[in-house]
Every structure is written in C-alpha cells, then in structure tokens.
C-alpha cells in the first residue's frame, strides 16, 4: 500500500440533468412530450492524497461537489472518469468488500433503524460486519461512556434528540473498527454542546485507534478544532490544499488593524486609512504591507486617532475562505 | 447467511412494531366469508348442482378466501419501497451496507411474510375453519402448496424487484405497480376463478409469470390439482423455476448498468 491511504486522480462526475425554463402548469405539461436536458458537472478534474491517520477537512460553498466526492469515495456513486485508489480498492467496483473496511456517518440521512432502538441496529451490523463478540462488547462499552449514551441507545431511534441520535450515528459507523471513517455534516443542526462532544470524540478515535478521518463541514470551528490540513473544493474540483496555517496566513501581506477609540471621533479622520469597517468608537483598518509598512501606519494611527487600544490582526479565516469561494 | 438471519430477525421486530396492520384482515375477512357462503349456496341450489367448473361448494367459497391467504406468503412492497428510497436518496445508506440491496430487501421481505403467516395465515385459517370447515385440505395436499407458495414468494419478490428496478429512469413507479397490482388479480385469478375465462385468453396467461404467482397457489391450497398430485406438483415448479431463474439473470444484468445512473439525491 501506497504511503496514501486515499488518492483520487482527475474524478469528474456529471449529472444529466432535467431542465424546465417556467415554473407553471403549462410549461410542466410541455415537460411531458419535450424534456431538455443539461449536462451538469459537480466534480471536475478533482485530484486529492490523503495519509493514513489525517483528519483532513473538506470545505466548500453549497454545491460546491463536496457530497459528490464523498459520495464516490464511499462506493455509493460511479464517477464519469478519473481514478480513486482507497487502501487499494476501487469504491464502486468491489463495492461490498470495500464498506466493510470504511465507516460512513451523513449528516442529513440516517443509517440507523427508525423504529427500533440503537442497538439493534448495532446487532445487525455486528453480523454485517463479522465483529467478533468481544470486540463489539468492547466497543459498546467504550462508546458508552465515552459518548455518555448508557440509555440512549435502548430507546427507539424515533424518540432520540438529533444530538442523541447523532452520537447513535457515530456508534454505528465506528463499531467494526474501520481504519477510515467519512463524515458529511456530521456536525449539522447541534448545539455547542453536542458539537464538542462529537468533536472531542472524534480526536479521541483519531488518536488511540489512528482512525482517518475525512470530514465535510460548512462550520469553520470544526475544522479549525479537528484539522491539520484543509481541502477547499469550489466548482467540483480542489482550489487549496494546505494546512490550516497556511490558510490562516493566507494573505500574508495583509493586515487589520483593530482600534479602539477613548473617545467618539469624527469620521473625517478616517479618511487617510482603508477602512473595511468603523463605528464612532471603533475602526478596522486593512493595509497590504508591501505597499505601506507595518510600522509607519500604526504611528500615523498614534499621531492621528486617540487610540485607547489596538490590535494587529491575519485576516481572518471566514475572510479568506469568502475569497477563495467568491474567486 | 448469519447476516440473513439477522436482517430477518431485525424486520421481525419492526414488523412487529406495527402488528396491528397485519391483524386487520382478521376482522375483513370473515364478513367476506359470510357473504360468499350466502352467495354460493343460492347459486348452487338454484342450479341444483354439487360442482360447479370443477369447484365443489366449499372450495368456492373458500377460493376467495384462499386469495388472502395466498397474499400472506408471497405479498411484497418491494416495488414502492425501491421508488421510495431512490426519491428520498435513502438507497444510499442501502448501498453503504456490506450485503447487496437484493438480499437486503429480500431478508426484509421474508421477515414480513413470517409475520404475516404468524398474524394473519395462522389465526385466520382457525377462524375461516370454525365459520366453514375446509373439508377438501388433506396433509398432501397442504404440503405440496407450501412448496408451490415457497416458490410463488420467491418469484413475487423477484418480480417485485424487476419492476422497483423501473424507478431508476422513471424515479415514481406508483402507476407501474398499480397496473400490477390489477394484472396480478384478474390474470393470476385473484379477482374470479380462471377457469370462468375462454380457453384461448387462458392460454396467453399461462405464458404470463401471474397464475405461477396466485392461481397455482390457490389450486393446491384447494387440493384441485387434476391427476397426479406429485407430477403436476413437479410440473408447476418447474415453471416457477423457470420464471425464477429468468428473472435473477435479468436483474442482475439490468441493475449493474442502472445503479450507475443513481445520483443519491439530497444533502
């Protein structure tokens, strides 16, 4: 096996896809007889390594093909070209050998039993999975308490919270011990509380079991907590590819300026500075340090505001990530 | 086959979960009997007859009531619930599983068919007994149609799965199972007794996989196999066979190319 336990060589998948121009009666019922089609490509020339034991992030504005290449990658779609080697099987050829070697949690679906509890669920999985008895009492164990779950997972899954539930989710993707694990969303629609849960549990598989992860995610704080390395797809194919670092000093040669106003001021002296926002007892201001030096803004900032407190700032992450979606 | 028998056990329980469905047949179908027994005996004294096409009294009134019966072994929801699941994207999670959505579906719906045997066929056929004896079953004659219906469920399910397939390019097959649904009770000979149709539209039906699905189900039910019971028994599952086999190579050819075209919808 190759150092990589995912490589993904120029995926593209296309949509074919049905096209009506009008909302309305009539243009559906001319839909009948001439239907238009349109060719959508969600993936496109996308190439992508990750190692063994990452949990690598995979960020990108809706629609972006996040889901798609996920969903390709888990065995579930058939790409129109390209190449996935994942611990060296192909996804969608060998797809029932594969999915006993990957775990799978989404967001929006679910994987368990509606109207049974967890554990059932749990149960068939065991002899999905040829889980040996004692490795899945084991685990059972070990995510009871980790996951605080002792009676959730005896209650039938209709009658759990979505954070309950999600904990559930994890249980059943993790139970046969995959060596990669996918998550699409997995945070999506939980409170604060719940999000770290899951989180702390995800960097505790991650660390005593080396357990990959790949995790989509429209929540930066995911990411930022769980990540060492980011992937940002826009337009179906990769636009970075680094770590989070690297992300965060993005625009290295830019930089806020945070200050804080003793008192209210006029906003006719602002007028020298580049201001991205400003309030009467507050202003940020942007500047490009190749242009201007660091040092000689901030003493024309003493020399013209009354400044009663300032920071110097990266621009932050949200800022630079809106500018690799938007460009 | 572990698995299987887990995925069993699983659907078991579910099925379980809403028995009540099940049961209501058990309040239907006695007034049905009632009116069948009102209805027949006027026709068969006004005819002054014992036999009509063949069937004695009870065996026709009985026919009707056997329909139901045969439903419990071999009736599936197979064909919406691949349509469903393919609107709602739900197949997705099927496909995350280690075991194909073929044997996954027919685990489940095994499963149900053991439910309805156990709430619907059992209790019933004490009921139906105890409102008009069933004089005409004999231990062969039962026998062999649980291996006709065995047969009868397997092709339904496969069948079934054929048609479910259709939701692939069409997405909502509602129309396509309902138009099954009726072909299923006038050709399979749910809706009256085939032998009441000329020759000639008999003969179409036989090349048709419906009466290996009920009619022959509910003529070993009726013990009216003419002849030798054990070759005709030999006979009619060689057919279901047949029809089996025919269906399980075209499944697996069809669903290789269309599950490339599934675009798990949603999220």
């Known amino acids: 096996m190759s150092e990589y336990i995912i490589d993904v060589e120029g995926l593209k998948k296309d949509?074919?896809?049905?096209?009506?121009?009008?909302?309305?009666?009539?243009?559906?019922?001319?839909?009948?007889?001439?239907?238009?089609?349109?060719?959508?490509?969600?993936?496109?020339?996308l190439d992508l390594r990750i190692r063994q034991g990452e949990i690598r992030g995979l960020i990108g504005p809706n629609g972006a093909g996040k889901s798609t290449t996920i969903k390709i990658l888990s065995g579930i779609l058939y790409p129109t070209e390209g190449t996935v080697n994942v611990m060296g099987y192909t996804p969608w050829t060998q797809r029932e050998e594969y999915v006993k070697k990957i775990g799978v949690v989404f967001g929006q679906k679910s994987q368990l039993v509606w109207d049974l509890p967890a554990i059932d669920t749990f149960a068939l999985n065991k002899q999905m999975y040829s889980i040996s008895d004692k490795t899945f009492d084991n685990n059972i164990k070990y995510f009871k308490e980790l996951l605080n779950i002792g009676d959730v997972i005896t209650k039938p899954v209709r009658q759990l919270s979505l954070g309950e539930r999600m904990k559930c989710e994890f249980v059943c993707a993790l139970l046969h011990e995959p060596p990669l694990?996918?998550?699409?969303?997995?945070?999506?629609?939980?409170?604060?509380?719940?999000?770290?849960?899951?989180?702390?549990?995800?960097?505790?598989?991650?660390?005593?079991?080396?357990?990959?992860?790949?995790?989509?995610?429209?929540?930066?704080?995911?990411?930022?907590?769980?990540?060492?390395?980011?992937?940002?797809?826009?337009?179906?194919?990769?636009?970075?590819?680094n770590s989070i670092e690297k992300l965060k000093t993005y625009f290295s040669d830019k930089k806020v300026i945070e200050v804080k106003f003793s008192r209210q001021i006029n906003p006719?002296?602002?007028?020298?500075?580049?201001?991205?926002?400003?309030?009467p007892y507050f202003v940020n201001i942007e500047i490009e340090t190749i242009n201007t030096s660091l040092q000689d803004e901030i003493s024309k900032i003493f020399k013209e505001l009354p400044v009663q407190d300032i920071n110097v700032n990266n621009i932050n992450i949200e800022e630079v990530i809106k500018h690799i979606y938007l460009s | 086959m572990k698995v299987f028998l887990e995925v069993i056990k699983l659907n078991f329980k579910i099925s379980f979960q809403y028995k009540w469905t099940f049961a209501m047949t058990l309040l239907v179908q006695p007034i049905l009997l009632f009116i069948n027994i009102a209805l027949f005996k006027s026709i068969y004294t006004y005819n002054d007859t014992s036999s009509i096409k063949g069937y004695g009294f009870e065996q026709m009134v009985w026919y009707y009531t056997a329909y139901y019966v045969i439903l419990s072994f071999v009736w599936n929801g197979i064909t919406n619930q691949i349509s469903r699941s393919i609107?709602?994207?739900?197949?997705?999670?099927?496909?995350?599983?280690?075991?194909?959505?073929?044997?996954f579906m027919l685990a489940s719906a095994i499963s149900s068919?053991?439910?309805?045997?156990?709430?619907?066929?059992?209790?019933?056929?004490?009921?139906?007994?105890?409102?008009?004896?069933?004089?005409?079953?004999?231990?062969?004659?039962?026998?062999?149609?649980?291996?006709?219906?065995?047969?009868?469920?397997?092709?339904?399910?496969?069948?079934?799965?054929?048609?479910?397939?259709?939701?692939?390019?069409?997405k909502n097959n509602m129309s396509i199972s309902a138009i099954r649904e009726v072909l299923q009770a006038i050709v399979g000979g749910g809706v009256i007794p085939l032998e009441f149709m000329p020759v000639w539209l008999n003969r179409i039906f036989d090349l048709l996989p419906f009466k290996y699905i009920i009619y022959w189900p509910i003529q070993f039910f009726l013990n009216r196999v003419e002849g030798d019971n054990l070759g005709s028994l030999v006979r009619i599952g060689s057919i279901q066979i047949l029809w089996i086999v025919a269906f399980y190579v075209v499944i697996q050819i069809l669903w290789k190319r269309l599950i490339k075209k599934f675009c798990a919808a949603g999220g």
């Open chain 2, 87 to 103: 609107i709602s994207g739900e197949l997705a999670t099927d496909l995350l599983r280690p075991i194909s959505v073929f044997r």
């Open chain 2, 113 to 170: 068919r053991f439910v309805a045997i156990l709430v619907d066929f059992l209790p019933g056929m004490i009921i139906y007994s105890l409102i008009l004896f069933p004089a005409f079953l004999t231990l062969k004659s039962f026998l062999s149609f649980l291996i006709i219906a065995v047969l009868a469920f397997l092709l339904n399910y496969l069948f079934s799965f054929l048609l479910g397939m259709s939701a692939m390019i069409i």
């Open chain 1, 181 to 241: 694990v996918y998550l699409d969303e997995p945070t999506i629609g939980l409170d604060i509380i719940s999000k770290e849960a899951i989180r702390s549990f995800i960097k505790m598989v991650n660390k005593e079991k080396g357990t990959t992860f790949i995790v989509t995610t429209h929540d930066l704080s995911d990411i930022e907590d769980l990540c060492e390395n980011v992937s940002i797809i826009n337009n179906g194919t990769i636009v970075f590819n």
């Open chain 1, 15 to 45: 949509f074919k896809v049905h096209k009506r121009d009008k909302s309305g009666l009539l243009s559906s019922l001319k839909s009948l007889f001439i239907r238009d089609y349109k060719l959508v490509t969600a993936v496109n020339n």
């Open chain 1, 268 to 279: 006719s002296l602002l007028e020298g500075f580049k201001v991205t926002s400003s309030g």
